[in-house]
Nanobody, 119 residues
Framework: QVQLVESGGGLVQAGGSLRLSCVAS????????MGWYRQAPGKQRELVAD???????NYADSVKGRFTISQDNAKNTVYLQMNSLKPEDTAVYYC?????????????WGRGTQVTVSS
């Protein structure tokens, strides 16, 4: 069984920074893509950023230049460094991974971590 566990959310003032972490635990798995999504109240969940196992990254236009996604493959961990935060970044942030187990690939989600940016 694979689990994704996020940490690092919290309350911050506009212009501040937060760093989110997501650890994938379990055994016998491989990771092809890990990413961060967010969902604000009344809105659909949206992709924030993702990173492939080879290091290729992808960002939503709204966070380009402010957020940085990175990974530590040895620790099965992905990070999201969020700088210059804005009130509109307020949301629950979810970690998502495309996890390979044997010949199959599954999508796993964490439970989410709240990020609140005050103006």
């Amino acid at each position: 069984q694979v689990q994704l566990v996020e940490s690092g959310g919290g309350l911050v003032q506009a212009g501040g920074s937060l760093r989110l972490s997501c650890v994938a635990s379990g055994s016998g798995f491989s990771i092809s893509v890990m990413g961060w999504y967010r969902q604000a109240p009344g809105k659909q969940r949206e992709l924030v950023a993702d990173v492939r196992s080879g290091g290729t990254t992808n960002y939503a236009d709204s966070v380009k230049g402010r957020f940085t996604i990175s990974q530590d493959n040895a620790k099965n961990t992905v990070y999201l460094q969020m700088n210059s935060l804005k009130p509109e970044d307020t949301a629950v942030y979810y970690c998502q991974g495309n996890i390979g187990i044997g010949p199959y690939t599954y999508s796993y989600w964490g439970r989410g971590t709240q990020v609140t940016v005050s103006s």
